[in-house]
């Protein structure tokens, strides 16, 4: 392997070569990626089923085939996006081109997750691609099979010149921190995303850090709890309840929890069977580690279904536990397995306030028919996402940006936000002045306003160029005409702005 220091040097030379910035050469590379996803289809999914014992219909459907839809997405879309946009013009530029640049930082660092190790790496990477970035890509190493899988197929579909696959645990990655990258994409939970901001600050690289955290579940009285019950369980039992964004708690009354527990009951059966341990649509935990962790948050716990587990097979049974308090231990920290505790809570406000005293989640979830409700929790709580009725589903909409808030993380992606993310967008601004030589001695008439001698008079005239107005509706350009015509013709009877035409009128 290599050291971290020649990769990342070797890797910002190759980026100033330019090679990575034409749009051809960006599509190539998403192209392999694409083939990489085809190709390599049951190889990525038995890698993920070792690493995971994940059922190969989740394999498929949340990593390899949602990976491939985001990278059709940038292939389809990439030109456009790589076009410069042109925002509006405040007055003075009115002559001016105002554009906008996606320009790429340059050399990227991808710090992947074991939970979704496909996808978790290649959209980040992706994106990294798109927007004409080179990458360091770092799987995790907790995900092993999956990890030695990228590390074996990346070099075959992308070019190895700019994309290069760094693997190893703790001692490999915080030598990879030590270096100077002009990006860093992490996903993880948040007492490594403290550890990657440090690092990232030294060199004041900016940072996308997707976390986690504790998603609460709000469910009153309108909401239809048989719906509510399928919705929750399956973004609570999804990879066995390793996913960031999975319900972590619920918030509602009594009755509605004595409702939801005995829907709960009978869809776990008809999902899983009479022992979940035995179907093969149920996953496992990752490893001993972090099912020793859960399994010690049950501790005092009363447990209404499930609980039953098997460290040998690192199975967790499908677990709903109720009478939780705030200061038990599943209250504590993101749980991160099959387990789902509900708190009971007399109404909305209530609900609100149990949320707002706790770190910012990255989703929000709320089960209710009631407008009134939306809006409060939209207004008074805040999330990286908030989903109404639903869970999970908001992860695969493209056209919004998923990311963390606070505690949960920073930045967003998914879709274009995933080019975005990776993109500096640099405004230029353009003269035409110069460009359009009949209008040189114009650009120099304004011009002698902003320079020396300074005068009451020319403040005045800039102060009135630069006046910010309030539309017109229907006549959206109509007030900075107004003030510009004005402005011109000010500017034309200043005696120096006379002066200088006058002494340049034959030039």
């Not at 509605?256 to 093969?280: L, R």
């Not at 505790?341 to 209710?368: G, M, Q």
């Not at 908030?386 to 908001?394: A, E, G, R, V």
Request: hydrophobic share 40%.
């Amino acid at each position: 392997m290599s050291n971290p220091a020649d990769l990342v040097f070797t890797l910002r030379n190759n980026f100033n070569s330019g090679n990575t910035r034409p749009y051809e050469f960006r599509l190539k590379q998403l192209q392999g990626l694409c083939k990489l996803l085809d190709d390599q289809e049951k190889e990525l999914t038995d890698a993920i089923l070792k690493d995971l014992r994940k059922p190969r219909f989740e394999a498929l459907l949340y990593e390899v085939k949602y990976t491939k839809n985001e990278v059709l997405n940038m292939i389809y879309n990439l030109k456009e996006w790589m076009k410069p946009t042109k925002p509006s013009k405040p007055l003075p530029f009115l002559m001016d081109e105002v554009l906008i640049h996606s320009e790429p930082y340059g050399v990227t660092l991808i710090v992947g997750a074991w939970n979704y190790p496909i996808m978790l790496v290649l959209i980040p990477l992706a994106g990294a691609i798109a927007a004409g970035n080179v990458a360091v890509i770092k799987p995790s190493e907790v995900a092993p099979h999956t990890a030695e899988l990228l590390q074996e197929l990346i070099p075959k579909y992308l070019d190895q010149e700019f994309y290069k696959v760094y693997c190893g645990g703790i001692p490999e990655t915080t030598s990879l921190l030590s270096q100077r990258f002009d990006y860093i994409f992490y996903t993880g939970n948040c007492q490594v995303g403290k550890i990657i901001h440090a690092a990232a600050a030294k060199h004041l690289t900016p940072v996308t850090l997707e976390m986690g955290g504790k998603c609460p579940v709000f469910i009153d009285q309108t909401a239809d709890v048989e719906m509510v019950a399928r919705r929750v369980l399956f973004g609570r039992l999804l990879n066995a309840g390793q996913s960031c964004i999975a319900p972590d708690y619920i918030l509602c009354d009594k009755l509605t929890e004595q409702k939801f527990v005995s829907a709960a009951k009978k869809i776990i059966k008809e999902w899983y069977g009479e022992n979940a341990k035995d179907s093969p649509c149920y996953g496992r935990i990752i490893n001993e580690r972090h099912f020793n962790r859960i399994i010690k948050l049950l501790e005092g716990a009363k447990i209404a279904i499930g609980g039953s587990h098997d460290i040998n097979d690192l199975y967790i049974e499908p677990t709903i536990v109720t009478d939780v308090t705030p200061t038990h231990p599943l209250m504590q920290e993101e749980i991160f397995g099959p387990i789902l505790p509900i708190f009971i809570v007399d109404n909305a406000s209530s609900a609100i306030d149990f949320i707002n005293k706790r770190e910012k989640p990255l989703a929000l979830y709320l089960f209710s028919t009631s407008k009134t409700t939306h809006a409060l929790f939209l207004e008074y709580t805040s999330s990286g996402n908030m989903l109404i009725n639903d869970t999970l589903m908001h992860f695969s909409c493209d056209t919004i940006p998923f990311g963390g808030v606070g505690n949960s993380g920073m930045g967003g992606y998914h879709g274009k936000y995933t080019f975005d993310t990776f993109s500096h967008p640099k405004g230029t601004n353009c003269s035409v002045f110069q460009i359009i030589k009949k209008l040189d001695k114009v650009g120099e008439l304004i011009n002698i306003l902003r320079v020396p001698p300074y005068t009451d008079q020319k403040l005045n005239l800039i102060n009135m160029f630069t006046m910010k107005l309030p539309p017109i509706p229907g006549l959206k350009h109509l007030s900075t005409l107004v003030v510009f015509s004005v402005g011109m013709f000010a500017s034309l009877i200043l005696n120096r702005g006379y002066n200088y035409w006058g002494a340049h009128k034959d030039a």
